[in-house]
């Protein structure tokens, strides 16, 4: 049995180390520059303690930067406490993040909780998805920041609280204010070291990414974390196959391209990822973002200019989000589950975005669909 595959036979999902899941700062950039370039500033950031604002698209990254940050940071043998603002119900979230005193409602611990800003005091608080924030707990917050103490629920009596704060989210913040669903002053206090994660298909090293994660799936590398360019790429996965992950648009950005090499890690039967051991929606065109792969035999042997970018065609502008969004759900046959893992997102995200595009029920939507593959026709 070829190694590769005795290494892959061999593992268990607990066999895989955490250690890997997040990887020293420097690593993070590759060989990209605008990537190269936002670590730099990263680091400028924290080592200022300035507040830092991590933009970019929902599968960016966006969480390991905040980890790889801490991790650099001098709050590193600290705690970092990370809450998603968009996971938790609006009547729990503020409890979670300020914590109460003992009999501060009906149901509470007798002793009490402490909130995750206490949690963090001396570390990093990291707020994900902070645009989805209720606007009451974004009055609480913007007191705890800029007093630099938390009074928990039911309590009279303010803590003092030392946290490095990170904050991230896929919105448009600017335009929230605009709308009246996110404070101004809330906004302008935490937006002081502004990081735009780059989407996968403006990075210039697709490769090495693809390689890092590819090696590190098979547990090829010695050391978590290796730069993937000093990874024989193609030992581990075929051109005609590369050269497809390399076309496809991946609207889940990193997030989508992780769920894609696991699954075709587990499925793979030879020493090498091969073409035939990509998603069949993939290949066939069925996800948002990605047109059929031809055979190499029908391939051309020159692409024109426009195919550099698979969402644009001669006859064709880019995909809207809510073109993509429906392309996905239509090709599930609205199965918000699969369409989800399709787009890179959770179900709870999706469902949102279905929201936020007034995207209504399936059986509310022929004419969105009788519009929609007409102008791709």
């Known amino acids: 049995?070829?190694?590769?595959?005795?290494?892959?036979?061999?593992r268990s999902p607990r066999a895989i180390s955490t250690a890997s899941r997040y990887m020293p700062i420097d690593l993070l950039c590759g060989?990209?520059?605008a990537m190269q370039h936002l670590i730099a500033r990263g680091k400028r950031f924290i080592d200022r303690g300035l507040p830092v604002l991590i933009l970019g698209e929902t599968g960016t990254g966006k969480e390991y930067l905040a980890r790889a940050l801490h991790s650099y940071s001098q709050r590193r043998a600290r705690a970092m406490v990370a809450i998603n603002c968009a996971?938790?119900?609006?009547?729990l979230i503020e409890s979670e993040l300020f914590g109460y005193a003992r009999g501060a409602f009906s149901g509470a611990l007798p002793g009490?909780?402490?909130?995750?800003?206490?949690?963090?005091?001396g570390g990093t608080l990291f707020l994900d998805e902070i645009g989805d924030m209720p606007l009451a707990?974004?009055?609480?917050?913007?007191?705890?920041?800029s007093e630099r103490e938390v009074t928990p629920l039911g309590s009279s009596a303010p803590v003092p609280v030392d946290v490095q704060l990170i904050c991230?989210?896929?919105?448009?913040?600017?335009?929230?204010?605009?709308q009246g669903r996110f404070r101004e002053d809330l906004y302008y206090r935490i937006a002081v070291g502004v990081l735009r994660l780059p989407p996968l298909r403006e990075r210039t090293d697709f490769t090495t990414v693809l390689a890092r994660m590819l090696a590190d799936e098979l547990q090829e590398l010695d050391e978590p974390g290796e730069l993937g360019d000093a990874v024989d790429t193609a030992r581990l996965i075929a051109p005609d196959a590369l050269a497809a992950l390399a076309r496809h648009r991946w609207p889940g950005n990193l997030r989508q391209l992780k769920t894609t090499v696991r699954y075709a890690c587990a499925v793979m039967s030879g020493p090498r990822v091969e073409l035939r051991d990509l998603p069949a929606e993939l290949l066939t065109g069925n996800i948002a973002g990605s047109r059929p792969v031809q055979p190499p035999s029908e391939a051309p042997e020159a692409a024109p200019l426009h195919a550099a970018r698979p969402d644009c065609t001669p006859d064709s502008a880019p995909l809207s989000e809510r073109e993509r969004v429906l392309h996905a759900l239509t090709a599930s046959r609205w199965n918000i589950s699969a369409a989800a893992r399709t787009l890179g997102v959770?179900?709870?995200?999706?469902y949102r975005k279905l929201k936020q595009l007034r995207i209504p029920h399936m059986r509310d939507c022929a004419s969105e669909l009788v519009v929609l593959h007409g102008a791709s026709a």
């Open 1 to 10: 049995m070829p190694a590769h595959l005795a290494v892959a036979a061999s």
């Open 87 to 91: 996971s938790i119900p609006e009547h």
């Open 346 to 350: 959770c179900r709870a995200s999706l």
């Open 112 to 121: 009490g909780m402490k909130g995750r800003v206490q949690q963090a005091d």
């Open 168 to 178: 991230a989210t896929h919105q448009d913040l600017p335009e929230l204010v605009a």
């Open 137 to 145: 707990l974004q009055t609480r917050l913007l007191r705890v920041l």
């Open 31 to 33: 060989a990209d520059a």
